[in-house]
């Protein structure tokens, strides 16, 4: 497993999307056997995702970033511990010790510079592993294949910078849970399983962290108790939105020369969002990315365990 820390004289940066070090970590059966310290490569928060896929960075550990940002990341399949501070080895040897909580995407130092960005026209393009698809509920094992879970929306759960909203009502609302799951498809095709990874998913429930089925299911869940559910695309990824498919010109984006089609990149929007998009076709003057997500107009089927209230 890879951890990536934001990074500034041995502490953990507090804005994601300006940090210009990475201290990235080897770990091997829950223990640190090296570490060293990357720069940004010049990128601005919209192509940052990118840039940790493409060093198979698992988990990221970070002080701020918006809604955007984890959305990126998470669909990019690596996990994110927002809300970290002090010194970044401590920071990682309390996540491996299961003692470093989320606070999610909290917005408090995160805003949107068209100058950080790798912009081209609206759109920055920071390349995401092709091999590094996976990694359903913000998770990421390098082979796992597939995704789903994490909350599409853009920091929907944000009632203000800096403050979660809980929009759901339940006994485990507002709550830190973990829970084990597995997800398939109708033909049963499985696309996900933290069951396969050996580690439970952790998130706040009712915080529109995740997809809206999923988290509505945990809501009223007890220790224990493994619920099965079928989830229709809306209450998942949504119905495939045909104005998610951009044509671009190559010319408006410098660099797209060298993408091929099926490879996953990250993308940002007027505002400097980032968002992930896949190269379905390219001539000699245009490029065409679908932004939809992989698993949008797909019915999904989940048995879920909740194993842990924190």
């Known amino acids: 497993m890879k951890i990536a820390v934001t990074y500034d004289n041995g502490n953990v940066f507090q804005h994601f999307g300006r940090t210009e070090q990475f201290k990235i970590y080897d770990v091997e059966n829950g223990k640190i056997v090296s570490s060293e310290v990357i720069g940004n490569d010049g990128l601005g928060h919209g192509a940052l995702a990118g840039l940790l896929a493409n060093n198979a960075i698992n988990v990221l550990i970070c002080g701020g970033l918006g809604g955007g940002a984890m959305n990126a990341l998470t669909s990019a399949g690596i996990e994110v511990v927002a809300g970290a501070t002090g010194n970044t080895d401590a920071a990682v040897e309390a996540y491996l010790k299961g003692e470093l909580v989320s606070s999610g995407a909290n917005c408090d130092h995160h805003d ?22 996976g990694g359903c509920c913000g998770h990421h094992d390098e082979q796992d294949e597939g995704g789903c879970c994490g909350s599409g929306s853009d920091c929907g759960s944000c009632g203000g910078c800096g403050d979660i909203k809980i929009i759901l009502e339940g006994p485990n609302a507002g709550r830190i849970v973990r829970v084990h799951y597995e997800g398939t498809l109708n033909d049963g095709t499985k696309f996900d399983s933290s069951y396969d990874r050996g580690e439970p998913l952790e998130f706040m429930c009712g915080a529109g962290m995740m997809i809206a089925g999923f988290d509505k299911a945990v809501v009223d869940m007890a220790i224990g108790e493994v619920k099965n559910i079928h989830l229709m695309p809306e209450e998942a990824y949504g119905e495939r939105d045909p104005e998610a498919i951009l044509k671009i010109q190559q010319d408006w984006m410098p660099g797209c020369e060298k993408l091929n089609v099926g490879e996953r990149v990250v993308l940002t929007n007027p505002v400097g969002q980032p968002f992930p998009a896949t190269v379905i076709d390219k001539d000699e003057f245009t490029i065409t990315f679908d932004a939809n997500h992989e698993m949008a107009g797909k019915e999904l089927n989940f048995k879920i365990e909740l194993v842990e209230i924190v």
Do not use: K
């Open 112 to 133: 949107h510079h068209h100058g950080e960005d790798h912009v081209c026209g609206d759109h920055g393009c920071g390349h995401h592993d092709e091999h590094n698809e």
